[in-house]
């Protein structure tokens, strides 16, 4: 199975600053196709996840522009560019490469 | 407006079963892959299970072989989870979610998922 990890897992934020979040997979998750089979999602306090950034780089729809994805293989970046108090939650990556799908452990962002 | 509705969660006990299920509305449920994932208390995400939109394949993890089978009913717009030989490992809150494009493999929507603990 392809194992994801994450860092930092927990990254306290003030308001307006930017944050990163950095995930790495066990095996390259670029397909012969040249997608990264990479998605993101964010977990609100108390709600279901929701996806943020599909195939690494393309956010999902409704989904802010001060949230960017990046990277290739097997290093991958969450970026928000200005933290919001409404970007708390726990942000999740996710490899939909290989059968397991596996998500990383979770980086719980907060407001300082 | 595309919702998902879990149902069926509740407190079973070790070697037990359940059927969970998932009811969708606003949208064209038989167009769709669909899936399960689940969160135990206070853990992260797991993937569960995967089944194309007309039930021809179908994809689980190896910790619930055996034990979990997915299905749906298109005519009746619902997604399935029947768990068996419940483990206390397998407490958790089950969501179903839609698969939006299965090239890109993006859960889009979510349910608010259904409670699922294995105790004696």
């Known amino acids: 199975d392809i194992v994801m990890t994450q860092s930092p897992l927990s990254l306290p934020v003030t308001p307006g600053e930017p944050a990163s979040i950095s995930c790495r997979s066990s095996q390259r998750i670029l397909h012969s196709n040249g997608n990264n089979y990479l998605n993101w999602y964010l977990q609100k306090p108390g709600q279901s996840p929701q996806l943020l950034i599909y195939l690494g780089s393309n956010r999902a729809s409704g989904v802010p522009d001060r949230f960017s994805g990046s990277g290739s293989g097997t290093d991958f970046t969450l970026k928000i560019s200005g933290v919001e108090a409404e970007d708390v939650g726990v942000y999740y990556c996710?490899?939909?490469?290989?059968?397991?799908?596996?998500f990383g452990p979770g980086t719980k962002v907060d407001i300082k | 407006e595309v919702q998902l509705v879990e149902s069926g969660g509740g407190l079973v006990q070790p070697g037990g079963s359940l059927r969970l299920s998932c009811a969708a509305s606003g949208f064209t449920f038989s167009n769709y892959w669909m899936t399960w994932v689940r969160q135990a208390p206070g853990k992260g995400l797991e993937w569960v299970a995967i089944i194309k939109q007309d039930g021809s394949q179908i994809y689980s993890v190896d910790s619930v072989k055996g034990r979990f089978t997915i299905s749906r009913d298109n005519a009746k717009n619902s997604l399935y989870l029947q768990l068996s030989s419940l483990r206390a490992e397998d407490t958790a809150v089950y969501y179903c979610?839609?698969?939006?494009?299965?090239?890109?493999?993006?859960?889009?929507?979510w349910g608010q998922g259904t409670l699922v603990t294995v105790s004696s």
């Open positions: 996710m490899q939909v490469l290989e059968i397991p799908f596996t």
């Open positions: 979610a839609r698969v939006a494009v299965w090239e890109l493999r993006d859960f889009d929507f």
